[in-house]
């Protein structure tokens, strides 16, 4: 198994997916819900955020060939959209491209209603993470490197889980300035992580910056 690749993947996937980022805009959507509401709600979460990580790392090569969008032009725009979304992390800010606007968000009262829009789409699969999967499947090259994809996504999923079942519990143990730390650092490691992917897809489509 290729660690670099697993190692990659996972850091990329874990910086854009960050259950602890993700808890208290999930706290604060299921607010004045019970507890087994709130499980309720975080396993449908889990349900349709699998489903989707699925359909996007199985068919996002297609969609890139049906627009005739090449992996290294998609490389780049998706390691820009890291960016800002890091960007937006490092400054303590919500990016709007990642968890939706203000507006999308407070749409949505119903706990019920939440799980699938906003909280899977965009806000714990959006560009970012969209970007991440397809990208991370064009690298994948033999069985190996498709058992690290898979184990990666369902590592990032069942730390998800963990979050989001206990959100109570655990919303009580982390503090502000955790949350906060936690955020930050994210923030950094997906921008260096972006920075790679733009750098990578115009080398390759400008070879003379390579030289």
């Given amino acids: ?86 960007l937006h992390m490092l400054n303590g800010n919500d990016s709007s491209a990642h968890h939706g606007t203000k507006t999308e968000q407070a749409d949505h009262p119903a706990v019920e209603n939440i799980a699938f829009y906003p909280m899977t789409f965009p806000m714990l699969v959006g560009p970012g993470t969209m970007t991440t999967l397809i990208l991370f499947a064009h690298k994948a090259k033999d069985t190996l490197d498709w058992i690290a994809y898979g184990l990666c ?31 930050r650092i994210m923030g950094m490691i997906l921008m260096a992580i972006a920075v790679g992917m733009v750098v990578a897809g115009l080398k390759a489509l400008l070879p003379g910056l390579a030289t």
């Fill in 1 to 86: 198994m290729n660690t670099d690749f697993a190692i990659a993947m996972f850091g990329a996937l874990f910086a854009v997916m960050n259950p602890f980022v993700n808890l208290p805009i999930f706290l604060s959507l299921t607010a004045g819900a019970d507890r087994g509401a709130q499980r309720k709600t975080a396993v449908m979460i889990l349900i349709y955020t699998a489903i989707t990580c699925a359909v996007v790392a199985a068919a996002g090569s297609a969609i890139l060939s049906f627009f005739d969008i090449s992996v290294d032009a998609f490389r780049v725009a998706g390691g820009l959209v890291l960016m800002q979304i890091g």
């Fill in 153 to 183: 996504v369902g590592a990032v999923i069942g730390a998800l889980g963990l979050v989001l079942f206990f959100a109570g519990d655990i919303g009580r143990l982390l503090t502000a300035t955790m949350r906060t730390i936690m955020t």
